[in-house]
């Protein structure tokens, strides 16, 4: 019996494919959303920066008193409890309005991957609505809160601009485009750090309220090892990327 003969292609088969052109109306939204995002996260970076300096500036004084090292002076400054009161509900509604993300991969708006997208956003929306919500008492006067704030904002407010750049089409700067993919290797490790803090230190407060939600909060907590792993890694093949096409 001889060879089946393989189907012949169509014409249609035979056409060279053609990148699929990204619609203006997309473009322009995410656009605009990326912008608005930048911009919101560079009020949490600027007031996160501001407020802390001048609290630990305070702290120095009176440490200078008291006898207190740097680091002694830095803690206190920033455990006054002054970056939670200002930027508490405004780093809520702003991280919240980064939930669109999920929406955006899980439609196909954008490329990201699904799950470190999830990830990343479930992760958010624990700490400033299931921890620093629920329980400020064990969050207002934490360094741990001001710390993540910084990695959070500053690490938002260079992703989406070099967004912006790269919808716009005027090609991304030289120096955002270092930032975007170097700065995560401290950044990712000083947020996640603090996360993990922030979450150990209201379990007991946690246990008030329900005594199932510190073996909940136990439970994430041993996530965040395999997670941060996942989202380290997905950063670093994003490096490589970059780097092969430079």
Not at 10 to 20: A, L, M
Request: aromatic residues 12%; hydrophobic residues 45%; charged residues 15%.
């Amino acid at each position: 019996m001889p060879p089946k003969q393989p189907p012949t292609p169509s014409p249609r088969d035979q056409r060279p494919s053609k990148p699929r052109a990204s619609s203006p109306i997309k473009t322009t939204y995410l656009l605009a959303y990326n912008a608005v995002s930048a911009a919101l996260w560079a009020g949490v970076l600027y007031k996160t920066v501001t407020i802390g300096a001048s609290e630990i500036q305070t702290a120095r004084k009176a440490g200078s008193f008291f006898g207190r090292s740097e680091a002694q002076s830095v803690a206190a400054g920033l455990a006054s409890g002054k970056v939670f009161a200002e930027l508490d509900g405004y780093t809520r509604m702003v991280q919240s309005l980064a939930g669109l993300e999920v929406l955006h991969s899980l439609l196909g708006i954008v490329r990201a991957p699904l799950f470190t997208t999830l990830m990343q956003v479930a992760s958010r929306f624990l700490l400033v609505w299931g921890i620093a919500y629920p329980f400020p008492g064990t969050t207002q006067h934490s360094p741990a809160y001001s710390t993540m704030l910084l990695a959070w904002s500053f690490t938002e407010v260079v992703r989406y601009s070099y967004f912006v750049f790269t919808l716009s089409g005027l090609g991304v700067p030289s120096l955002l485009s270092f930032l975007r993919y170097n700065t995560f290797t401290i950044l990712y490790p000083l947020g996640i750090a603090s996360e993990c803090w922030l979450v150990y230190s209201a379990i007991p407060a946690a246990r008030g309220v329900d005594e199932r939600i510190p073996f909940a909060l136990w439970a994430i907590l041993a996530v965040y090892v395999p997670g941060s792993y996942v989202l380290f890694t997905h950063m670093m093949r994003q490096r490589r990327k970059v780097a092969r096409q430079a």
